[in-house]
């Protein structure tokens, strides 16, 4: 496509995402993305499949998975980083598309790019859209699926993976996330969805796993658990957190446990973050005021606060004035 061409393409594109927010799906725009589902251009399917998932339209599922169909079969150089056959994957999982032998098969596509000194695979995308599609149908192979793509190349595909799991209903996903916990891994973001899903998988039963990661003396580790305890929701989860950041001396990592404690809303982590700030310790003090910032509209946050610095003029009452602001 050159660059006319392609500045109208992305011109129409713009028009119809307009028209689908102002009239929603009449059937001339239908048959305009019908049309660009099946476009020779891959970067018009993959717009197409944008617009389609982003405006729920699951009129177009037939096309939508044809166009998945075709895609798989080109080679690499017509869908440069697998973007079309991702985004299109994507689109048929979010509108539920039944379509468990293709999602099948986007899972095993690899499509390798050259890249400098090597190649790399850009459908790691593809692959998690597709697992992800098959936890949602409930295959009954898809664990297996899973356990695989935990040990992908690709951080994204493992990181995918660990979320994927945490939503499957399957006994095997709680070892399966041990096991990897228990492994190096050197994405941090995949490490935390582990926690996570572990978390939401195996409920009040893992606590006491993920809790052993709450050591102040191990930053790393502490900073992936304090958000996945935090905001699980599970009785016992916070107050961990609170335990942690109560014997924490490391000062970088006593501000990410006041944001983690933020996070989980009120309750015993905002009582421990207010009675820091009350509590006149210096640094301390600063980063629970910070942290407390998202929640300075909450009635019960804001008076106790200012009953804590009315008639003071030190400098953490005037960044407390400021927030307020």
């Known amino acids: 496509m050159n660059k006319a061409a392609e500045k109208r393409a992305r011109q ?16 001339g725009t239908l048959k305009i993305l019908r049309d660009m589902l099946a476009d020779t251009e891959a970067i018009q399917r993959q717009r197409a499949a944008i617009l389609a998932r982003r405006n729920r339209l699951r009129e177009l599922l037939p096309e939508l998975a ?17 973007l079309a056959k991702s985004e299109t994957a994507r689109a048929l999982v979010e509108l539920e598309a039944e379509e468990g032998e293709l999602f099948r098969r986007g899972l095993r ?128 989860a916070v107050e961990a957190v609170v335990a942690c950041a109560g014997e924490c001396r490391d000062s970088e990592l006593f501000e990410l446990l006041c944001l983690a404690l933020a996070g989980a809303g009120p ?15 210096g640094s301390r003090s600063e980063a629970a005021l910070d942290a407390l910032r998202p929640w300075m509209h909450q009635e019960q946050v804001r008076q106790e606060l200012e009953q804590h ?11 407390f004035r400021e927030m307020r602001a």
């Open 12 to 27: 129409r594109f713009e028009l119809l995402k307009g028209q689908l927010a102002d009239r929603g799906p009449e059937e």
């Open 267 to 281: 309750g015993p982590g905002l009582d421990f973050l207010l009675a820091e700030v009350t509590g006149d310790s």
């Open 309 to 319: 610095f009315e008639g003071r003029e030190d400098t953490l009452a005037e960044r």
């Open 109 to 236: 596509h690899r499509q390798p790019e050259p890249v400098w000194g090597g190649t790399v695979d850009t459908a790691g995308a593809l692959r998690v859209a597709c697992v992800t599609g098959l936890v949602q149908l409930g295959e009954v192979r898809v664990i297996d699926d899973l356990a695989e793509l935990l040990a992908d190349p690709e951080p994204e595909v493992r990181y995918g993976a660990a979320r994927a799991l945490g939503l499957t209903a399957s006994a095997m996903a709680t070892p399966l996330l041990r096991l990897k916990l228990l492994l190096p891994e050197e994405h941090s973001e995949t490490t935390r969805a582990c926690l996570e899903a572990l978390l939401a998988a195996g409920g009040e039963e893992l606590l006491p796993f993920v809790t052993q990661w709450l050591d102040p003396k191990d930053a790393s580790r502490c900073t992936l658990a304090a958000p996945a305890l935090a905001e699980s929701g599970l009785p016992g």
């Open 66 to 82: 044809a166009s998945l169909d075709e895609l798989l079969q080109l080679p690499a150089r017509r869908d440069p980083g697998c």
